[in-house]
């Protein structure tokens, strides 16, 4: 289908999604090279803790069915585990809600309630391979599945004076979305 054949919902939902692929193969790229390479810089890339008004805590972070409360305690487990490394093989990215920021609360955003969506929506990633622990060669290998809400780092995304409007991956991830909700599990069954 031709881009000029589509509606103008129907151009919108495109440019989300192609911005939520995007953003997914950056961020998976980034997220899982910081394990590898740098795990004492894990921790940015959490939303900062937070309790909405119905008394849900943000992060939300589970790891193999163990409960963290923000991202530094993740990463103290990160370093806890030793040699990690992960393989991905599927990966999968949808726009989980259009309008998780209200519009009145983006910096430099236009106000309207109908733009800014590719600076206010929240992300949903799901991914599973593999990942080695314990050492390089002889480590052992075991599957995983592993999901991620991502939500906008307001401080990333916000517009000033003369700034482009467009998000560029290009230069590589720049935690443009934050870690709000994450699940991880190995998924082979154990005798």
């Given at each position: 289908?031709?881009?000029?054949?589509?509606?103008?919902?129907?151009?919108?939902?495109?440019?989300?999604?192609?911005?939520?692929?995007?953003?997914?193969?950056?961020?998976?790229?980034?997220?899982?090279?910081?394990?590898?390479?740098?795990?004492?810089?894990?921790?940015?890339?959490y939303?900062?803790?937070?309790?909405a008004?119905?008394?849900?805590?943000?992060?939300?972070?589970?790891?193999?069915?163990?409960?963290?409360?923000?991202?530094?305690?993740?990463?103290?487990?990160?370093?806890?585990?030793?040699?990690?490394?992960?393989?991905?093989?599927?990966?999968?990215?949808?726009?989980?809600?259009?309008?998780?920021?209200?519009?009145?609360?983006?910096?430099?955003?236009?106000?309207?309630?109908?733009?800014?969506?590719?600076?206010?929506?929240?992300?949903?990633?799901?991914?599973?391979?593999?990942?080695?622990?314990?050492?390089?060669?002889?480590?052992?290998?075991?599957e995983?599945?592993?999901?991620?809400?991502?939500?906008?780092?307001?401080?990333?995304?916000?517009?000033?004076?003369?700034?482009?409007?467009?998000?560029?991956?290009?230069?590589?991830?720049?935690?443009?979305w934050?870690?709000?909700?994450?699940?991880?599990?190995?998924?082979?069954?154990?005798?």
């Amino acid at each position: 289908m031709d881009d000029k054949e589509l509606t103008p919902a129907q151009r919108t939902a495109l440019k989300l999604d192609t911005i939520a692929c995007a953003a997914a193969e950056s961020f998976i790229d980034a997220y899982y090279q910081t394990i590898k390479t740098d795990r004492s810089s894990l921790a940015p890339f959490y939303c900062a803790p937070s309790i909405a008004a119905d008394g849900i805590t943000s992060p939300q972070i589970s790891w193999n069915s163990e409960s963290y409360v923000d991202g530094a305690a993740l990463q103290q487990l990160m370093h806890s585990l030793g040699y990690m490394h992960f393989k991905v093989e599927t990966l999968d990215a949808n726009v989980l809600n259009p309008r998780s920021i209200p519009a009145s609360e983006l910096p430099g955003g236009s106000g309207s309630e109908d733009e800014d969506l590719e600076r206010r929506m929240s992300i949903l990633i799901v991914c599973a391979g593999s990942i080695r622990l314990g050492e390089q060669l002889k480590g052992p290998l075991r599957e995983f599945a592993e999901s991620f809400v991502l939500v906008p780092n307001l401080a990333k995304l916000a517009i000033g004076e003369g700034q482009k409007r467009h998000i560029d991956f290009k230069a590589g991830w720049d935690k443009q979305w934050l870690i709000q909700t994450q699940n991880f599990t190995f998924t082979e069954w154990t005798v």
